[in-house]
């Protein structure tokens, strides 16, 4: 692709949650120094809401790779379970033998084994429920009385939520109001701020191996961030594009041209109409455009 073009080690922009390019800035960085201290602190349940692509599973993944000996994990990526099911995700992940005509008071019961050994151990355990807005009501609920297992002291289990904003419309319901009581810290992921944009891309270009000068042209950094609207998922996506239609043309660095192309070939980004009529004027058609970068790409390794 343009890795070599632009003097890089590995792509700077992918979606993947690699927590090597975790960025450590504003609320990033206070998001996650905030579950740290409430799980060393032993709360029972922390949430961290945020819109779709501010970085919720990186975060997630960030925090498991963070904790320290002190902290048996368990992650469960997709929620969307039964209230048996979640024990048998739980059970799984905390290493619980289990057999298959186990019926769920038996089950809840070797969980409580398990958790109160690790607890022997001066351990701490936590649960990290990744996209929790699909959790059914009845699954809350579910693990709502998973945490009712306590000493007479400790939580044998902590957890933490990540979810979409529509978890608190969930949690607004009556039936499930105990367990909206039992949230002791929350936190919103909110986009990044236009300064700190500017550094995330530098971060993640540093991180994937460049060391040249300034790569994005300040324009079409203003374009970047009026399109993404500081959403990493977007900027990454966004980026990823402009850099594409930069090497296809031969350039060395990302103009507003560039930029505005990978704009007008993604969906979910916006900018002001004027400037998306200023994007059609010239018949420039991205998806074109990134089939000749694709094309000048094959041409490139088959020489």
């Known amino acids: ?3 070599e073009h632009f003097g890089l080690t590995e792509p700077p922009f992918s979606l993947t949650p690699d927590t090597g390019y975790f960025f450590s800035y504003g609320h990033y960085a206070d998001a996650l120094n905030t579950l740290l201290v409430a799980l060393k602190t032993g709360e029972g349940f922390i949430k961290v809401t945020g819109e779709v692509g501010t970085g919720k599973t990186l975060l997630c993944r960030k925090l498991l790779n963070t904790l320290d000996d002190g902290f048996v994990s368990a992650y469960i990526p ?3 379970l039964t209230p048996y099911g979640l024990l048998t995700a739980v059970a799984e992940e905390l290493g619980v033998s289990m057999h298959r005509h186990y019926g769920h008071h038996q089950l809840l019961k070797m969980i409580a084994g398990r958790l109160i050994q690790f607890t022997s151990e001066g351990k701490r355990v ?6 929790a807005q699909a959790m059914p009501i009845e699954t809350l609920e579910a693990l709502r009385l998973l945490t009712n297992l306590e000493t007479e002291k400790n939580k044998l289990l ?3 939520l990540f979810a979409q904003p529509e978890l608190d419309d969930k949690l607004r319901r009556q039936e499930i109001r105990q367990l909206k009581q039992r949230i002791t810290f929350s936190y919103t992921l909110a986009p990044i701020d236009r300064a700190g944009m500017a550094s995330y891309v530098s971060h993640r270009l540093m991180t994937a191996g460049y060391q040249g000068g300034e790569l994005f042209s300040l324009a079409a950094l ?3 961030y009026r399109a993404s609207r500081g959403v990493p998922r977007l900027i990454n996506i966004l980026s990823h594009k402009a850099m594409l239609a930069s090497y296809g043309k031969g350039d060395r660095r990302v103009t507003p041209v560039h ?3 990978a704009v007008k070939d993604t969906e979910d980004a916006q900018l002001h109409p004027h400037t998306r009529r200023d994007l059609m004027q010239g018949g420039i058609w991205v998806a074109a455009s990134l089939a000749l970068a694709a094309l000048a790409g094959l041409l490139v390794q088959s020489a």
């Open 222 to 224: 203003q374009t970047l």
């Open 126 to 131: 936590v649960l990290c429920m990744d996209e």
């Open 78 to 80: 997709n929620p969307m």
């Open 158 to 160: 902590q957890v933490v």
């Open 1 to 3: 692709m343009y890795l």
């Open 259 to 261: 930029m505005q192309m």
